[in-house]
């Protein structure tokens, strides 16, 4: 995602930790009013992040999974925010880092917080086995997608209860008994909602429960008053009264009171008694005044409100204003919540009541406005519209941290300094590898004589008289996560050392790191780095020296070295007839970077296609060189038609490609049949003179895909016909599995004049 601010200049770092509503919001007011000098950054777990309003109509069939989830992805490349997408397990406030799963930490100036909240399921014994929880929605979404296959094939009736009698179990409830008699009418099943005191929806007035209760009975819901679960067993829901009840049940659903994550309590945050984060009217924690946190992970204590997510709406705006001003150091904004909120439950069946104090209303009207209200509020974070071209503006100098970056930002319209003057600081240099090194020491290698860990002015390898094969490539970042693209450049520059069966040595590595300040740009580069020395040790490859210097944007090189035996050495060229050519990976990196460019690719389909360039080639290398394949190469820049081509160059065999055999990217065909090209494309459709085809092989759909370059692409091998099953097998089952079968080859004679061949 490429950052749409115009000083590209980074002083400051401001960081959301969750993809809530209120974030949301933050980060769309952000995409029409970037604050120039600071960069936002989104960490999220997931790509996609529901609207907890719809989930009712999700689960009754009124809507889709598309309608009802928010594109995080999507929605930071247009605002030009980083995302990142990890599990956050911790925060260290006395150092602004923030910890993540599996990989390294990210600091902050400013942090805000929100994660949501969970139903405390683990308090009662059973429950987190035998019970599906309501959140994660996600996690829940996924159940309930089993469940609805239940439901319509199972020959006998289904016993599901819903633990909680809060407005949110009470719709969820109605939702599941709604989709589960359009499912099976057949069998019709029993619902149970389980009460555990005497009043359902709490906070609503006596009408609005009586209706709720009446709509219950009507359905044939049996509400069970006063049921306190004491335990969840696979069979049975058990209460804790003097003389136990038993329930039998099939599936339990738990939609109980809110419980916070642990990790803010960890952080030494300042909490309340019920373990959320405590926050004052300005939205920012009572007890570190760079924290913020709002939604259903924090109380406002001085004005405390339902976990509800119309509070979590109502923030968004007030956050925005307060994150911009805490930065800027200017007086922040009181945020008071509204007592009152009219409240619309949705009964299933595209009918809702309307709740508000002492007003009661209901009926498909009510549904109406509410289905109003929840798509305008979807459309304003999915229907993105292009953005104009904004205004140069200057940093507020209140960002700069010393006087040499206020005098740099007032020359920025000098020329930067080329050559050596364009180097990245040594300190930053030696202190970002010192904390890398601390936490990952660099592979360890005999034959480097002098090295990363003993510095000089150049690297010295011993090759004890071996072959010694070198790779180079470098490209500018096509994410804005500088870890993963770090990962991605190592697998990509080291593939064509795995296409040739060699085992990757030693590297050098050459970075470009965008102009930011000295603290930001250790941050960028403790990222970046990280990422580099971590995947080079998988490949038990050393990283031995490089070279940094400043640039507009990031890019990332390495020059890769390895050391084999003339007998060990493969090439490319080598394919022989009645053989059969295998690809490890799909195709359409090319389609889905550059549609996500253009903020039209689906957030799932940009990051399953950053999950095939982050897979190393050198198991599959190995295994297919164990397979005897006769040539090797790996498919990147020229696509799979100009690395074909290498390979056949004199060979007189003739490559015959089935078109629908490729396997492609999840939503590459889609947007390629949109017209989205990369900008290499055009040159590598000049590859076309080397392919036999007719006019209906280039309307099949497909037939782009063929010329589109890759970034961390897969293998080509050519393998006899006898070994392909098996050999695929071991590709599938080493995490390769859309590895398949794509041409096979046949002699060259006078009527076959072209290397490569389409058939249907």
């Known amino acids: 995602m490429q950052a749409n601010q115009t000083d590209t200049t980074i002083y400051k770092d401001i960081v959301l930790i969750g993809g809530g509503h209120a974030h949301a919001i933050v980060i769309k007011m952000w995409g029409m009013r970037p604050l120039p000098g600071v960069r936002l950054t989104l960490i999220s777990s997931t790509v996609d992040t529901p609207y907890s309003g719809m989930l009712p109509g999700l689960v009754s069939g009124h809507y889709s999974f598309e309608q009802t989830h928010i594109d995080l992805f999507t929605l930071c490349s247009w605002a030009g925010v980083r995302f990142i997408c990890a599990e956050v397990t911790g925060l260290n406030s006395e150092y602004k880092s923030i910890e993540l799963k599996e990989r390294p930490n990210i600091e902050y100036d400013l942090v805000s917080i ?16 035998f019970a599906t929880a309501v959140k994660p929605i996600s996690l829940f979404y996924e159940k309930w997608q089993s469940l609805k296959d239940k439901l319509c094939n199972t020959q006998k009736p289904l016993s599901i209860a819903l633990v909680g009698a809060g407005a949110g179990g009470f719709e969820l409830l109605l ?38 209760l009446a709509i219950c009975k009507s359905r044939n819901i049996d509400v069970h008053f006063n049921f306190k679960v004491a335990q969840v067993t696979e069979q049975n829901l058990i209460s804790n009264h003097t003389q136990p009840l038993s329930l039998a049940t099939d599936e339990v659903i738990w939609c109980t009171a809110a419980s916070p994550a642990s990790w803010p309590e960890k952080a030494g945050l300042a909490i309340t008694d019920e373990g959320f984060i405590a926050i004052d009217d300005h939205l920012r924690s009572t007890s570190h ?8 992970v924090a109380t406002q204590v001085a004005n405390p409100r339902p976990k509800a997510g119309v509070f979590a709406v109502r923030q968004g705006p007030v956050l925005f204003k307060n994150l911009r001003r805490a930065i800027l150091q200017k007086t922040l904004l009181k945020h008071k919540p509204q007592k009152h909120f009219l409240s619309l439950l949705a009964t299933g069946d595209k009918q809702a ?30 229907k993105l519209a292009p953005k104009k071209e904004m205004a140069p503006q200057k940093c507020d100098p209140i960002l700069f941290d010393n006087v040499k970056q206020q005098s740099l930002a007032a020359n920025s319209h000098q020329m930067r300094c080329g050559g050596c003057g364009a180097k990245v600081s040594s300190d930053i240099l030696s202190a970002t590898l010192r904390k890398i090194t601390n ?9 480097v004589i002098i090295g990363l860990d003993s510095p000089d002015d150049a690297a010295v390898i011993d090759p004890q008289q071996s072959l010694l094969v070198q790779s180079i490539d470098q490209f500018r970042t096509i994410i804005d996560d500088p870890y993963l693209f770090a990962k991605i450049t190592v697998n990509h520059a080291l593939s064509d050392l795995y296409a040739m069966n060699c085992q990757a040595h030693s590297a050098l590595a050459v970075v470009s790191m965008p102009y930011a300040s000295k603290v930001v740009q250790q941050r960028e580069l403790y990222q970046l780095m990280y990422g580099v020395i971590e995947q080079l040790n998988r490949a038990n490859c050393t990283l031995i020296g490089g070279h940094t210097s400043e640039a507009s944007e990031l890019s990332l090189g390495l020059s890769a070295n390895a050391f084999t035996s003339k007998a060990q050495l493969a090439t490319k060229t080598g394919a022989k007839e ?36 982050l897979q190393s080639n050198f198991e599959a290398a190995t295994i297919l060189a164990g397979f005897n394949c006769s040539a090797m190469t790996d498919v990147t820049g020229f696509g799979l038609v100009g690395h074909l081509s290498e390979m056949l160059r004199d060979s007189q065999i003739q490559c015959q490609i089935t078109l629908s055999s490729l396997p492609l990217i999840e939503d590459a065909l889609r947007l390629s049949k949109l017209g989205v090209q990369s900008s290499l494309y055009p040159q590598n459709l000049e590859q076309l003179e080397n392919v036999k085809y007719s006019p209906n092989h280039l309307d099949h759909e497909n037939f782009p895909l063929l010329f589109d370059p890759q ?15 098996q050999c695929l097998s071991q590709l599938h089952q080493a995490g390769f599995q859309e590895a398949c079968v794509i041409a096979n080859t046949v002699k060259m004679d006078d009527t076959n004049q072209q290397s490569i061949a389409l058939t249907l």
Request: hydrophobic share 40%; net charge positive; glycine share 8%.
């Open 578 to 613: 009645n053989q059969v050519l295998i690809i490890t990976k799909p195709l359409g990196t090319g389609v889905v970077m550059a549609a996500h460019m253009q903020h039209i690719a689906k957030g799932t389909a940009v990051q399953k296609c950053i999950n095939t360039m």
């Open 175 to 212: 939702a599941m008994h709604h989709r589960a008699e359009q499912l099976n009418q057949n069998h019709p099943h029993k619902f149970h909602w389980i009460v555990s005191g005497d009043t359902v929806l709490v906070g609503h007035n006596l009408k609005v429960q009586q209706h709720a």
């Open 114 to 129: 929100n994660t949501g909240s969970t139903p405390n399921i683990t308090k009662t014994s059973g429950a987190a086995q």
């Open 353 to 382: 009541i309307a709740s508000r104090g002492a007003l009661f209303l209901q009926g498909a009207l009510m549904w109406c406005y509410k289905n109003h209200i929840d798509v305008q509020f979807m459309d304003s974070l999915q």
């Open 289 to 296: 005044k760079d924290i913020f946190a709002v939604g259903d």
């Open 439 to 447: 936490k990952i020491k660099t592979q360890a290698n005999n034959s």
């Open 711 to 725: 970034t961390s692409g897969g293998l080509l091998a050519f393998v006899d016909k006898t070994a392909a099953q």
